[in-house]
Structure formats: structure tokens, C-alpha cells
């Protein structure tokens, strides 16, 4: 199960910060991520993080954007400052379970479980 929070409603220039939350996965979830998709605009990759640490976030969001996973709670959380009308998306957590060392986090097509998305709204 994957619950996402934080989304809603943002003026240019503020901050969100997006959680997933995964719980009741019999095995590790081996690539966390976000993705978003703007109505019209196909999905995007936003930001990974990989169970080995390794975490990336898109160069087109970076230094804006910061991706961190708590480990105790199993909960990636996506810091968004910054936030520009362009960031208007629904944004979707997804986790690839089991993995392996050659998992392609990177890759959407390799994630098997998908949240529902949590809207995120930029507007003056």
C-alpha cells in the first residue's frame, strides 16, 4: 500500500513537501520514486531513490527539488521549494518490489506499484 501526502494548493515561490508512505510489502521496496503528470504532458520522472541510498532527482528540478526516504517508516518524502507554475501536476508515488542490483530505478516502466497521486496546485 502506498499512501501519499502533502500535495494541494501553492503560490509561486513556496514550498511542499510530498510523503509516500509504503507499508505491507512482503519484500523490500527496492526503488521508491515520484513521478508527475500534467494534464496534456506525458509523466515524468521526478526523483528515485534506490535501497542501496543512491538517490536522483531530474536535472531540470535540481536545486529546487530534494528527495529523502526515512527508513524507519518506509516513507519518501519529496521537498519542493521554489515552486513554479510549471510544477502544477498530479504527482504519483511508485515503488518497484522486489528489486535487485540491476533494477533500472530510472526507468517507469520497471515500477509495479503505483499510488493513487496527490495533486499539487501552483497559483498566484
Known amino acids: 500500500q502506498l499512501e501519499e501526502s502533502g500535495g494541494g494548493s501553492v503560490e509561486p515561490g513556496g514550498s511542499l513537501t510530498l510523503s509516500c508512505a509504503a507499508s505491507?510489502?512482503?519484500?523490500?521496496?527496492?526503488?521508491m520514486a515520484w513521478f508527475r503528470q500534467a494534464p496534456g504532458n506525458e509523466r515524468e520522472k521526478v526523483a528515485t531513490?534506490?535501497?542501496?541510498?543512491?538517490?536522483t532527482v531530474a536535472r531540470s528540478l535540481q536545486g529546487r527539488f530534494t528527495v529523502s526516504k526515512d527508513n524507519a517508516k518506509n516513507t519518501l518524502n519529496l521537498q519542493m521549494n521554489s515552486i513554479k507554475p510549471e510544477d502544477t501536476a498530479m504527482y504519483f508515488c511508485?515503488?518497484?518490489?522486489?528489486?535487485?542490483?540491476?533494477?533500472?530505478?530510472?526507468?517507469?516502466?520497471?515500477?509495479?506499484?503505483w499510488g493513487q497521486g496527490t495533486q499539487v496546485t501552483v497559483s498566484s
Open positions: 505491507g510489502f512482503l519484500y523490500t521496496t527496492y526503488c
Open positions: 511508485a515503488v518497484l518490489s522486489p528489486g535487485s542490483y540491476y533494477s533500472n530505478c530510472e526507468d517507469a516502466d520497471q515500477y509495479n506499484y
Open positions: 531513490f534506490k535501497e542501496t541510498g543512491v538517490s
